[in-house]
């Protein structure tokens, strides 16, 4: 599977992004798929995952609500829509496919990775 992360850009503090994630390859649809992202002299972290069965999402503690992933497997994209973005939201966002083992939180459980896409929020 291929994955190619786009929809990144500067934005004011308060505004919205949707962020989108195309697949090639493999059948979409058989992964769960997530979103980490990497902030500046930080971690890689998990942000949100949705599951390919019934189309569950979970979400990182610190979204609070703001953020909403979907996925259009007809079109082979999930999407991630950032609402009310902070400051600390700054970071580059990586999609990522599942391998279908271990918790969706953790990166060494996807197989695959998109090159990555930057969101800048100015304050």
């Known amino acids: 599977v291929q994955l190619q992360a786009f929809g990144g850009g500067l934005v004011q503090a308060g505004g919205s992004l949707r962020l989108s994630c195309g697949a090639h390859?493999?059948?979409?649809?058989?992964?769960?798929m997530g979103w980490f992202r990497r902030a500046p002299g930080k971690e890689r972290e998990f942000v949100a995952a949705?599951?390919?069965?019934?189309?569950?999402?979970y979400y990182a503690d610190f979204v609070e609500g703001r953020f909403a992933i979907s996925r259009d497997d007809a079109k082979n994209t999930v999407y991630l829509q950032m609402n009310s973005l902070k400051p600390e939201d700054t970071a580059v966002y990586y999609c990522?496919?599942?391998?279908?083992?271990?918790?969706?939180?953790?990166?060494?459980?996807?197989?695959?990775w998109g090159q990555g896409t930057l969101v800048t929020v100015s304050s």
């Open positions: 990522a496919a599942h391998s279908g083992r271990g918790s969706y939180e953790i990166d060494r459980t996807y197989d695959y």
């Open positions: 390859g493999r059948k979409f649809g058989m992964y769960a």
């Open positions: 949705i599951n390919w069965s019934d189309g569950s999402t």
